[in-house]
């Protein structure tokens, strides 16, 4: 991956008016379910280096020259490169089998790494088949492993 940022910028982009700590959340119209999840209380906020999202079980050992089509982060590189946030990745997770279950954001984080963000946020949204869990009712050891985060709220 280190290859493949160094390649990008030294090929396309030397630089990025990206910032390299991201505080806003942009959220992708796409997504029908976020609404609902955030509804239902049962969405939270975090922080992670944009790597990071490629630890998580469903994205974790993903081939990236294989999974990530390079004309879609292209894309991606060239709304950073003026200046446009991406959409927040989201992780769909399922707590009463305490596993990831989807993910929509691998472009979007690797973009958010070669534009050489630091901290980007995700959403984790907490469904299990077919219904949305409240934050409230989920097991304190499950949430506590997604430490530190906040309740996300808005829409």
């Known amino acids: 991956v280190e290859g493949l940022k160094k390649y990008i910028r030294k090929k396309y982009y030397s630089s990025f008016p990206t910032p390299k700590n991201i505080k806003n ?84 984080s690797l973009a958010y790494y070669i534009a050489g963000v630091q901290r980007m946020p995700i959403l984790i949204m907490f469904f299990h088949f077919r219904s949305y869990i409240p934050i409230e009712k989920i097991d304190k050891r499950i949430l506590k492993k997604f430490e530190p985060y906040e309740v996300y709220k808005k829409y």
């Open 25 to 108: 959340v942009k959220l992708d119209k796409e997504q029908e379910l976020l609404p609902r999840a955030i509804k239902y209380n049962a969405v939270i906020k975090k922080y992670i280096y944009p790597l990071d999202f490629f630890e998580f079980k469903n994205t974790k050992g993903l081939n990236l020259s294989f999974w990530c089509d390079p004309n879609a982060l292209m894309e991606k590189l060239e709304k950073l490169h003026k200046g446009i946030l991406l959409d927040t990745p989201v992780i769909r997770y399922d707590p009463i089998n305490n596993e990831d279950i989807g993910h929509e954001g691998r472009h979007r």
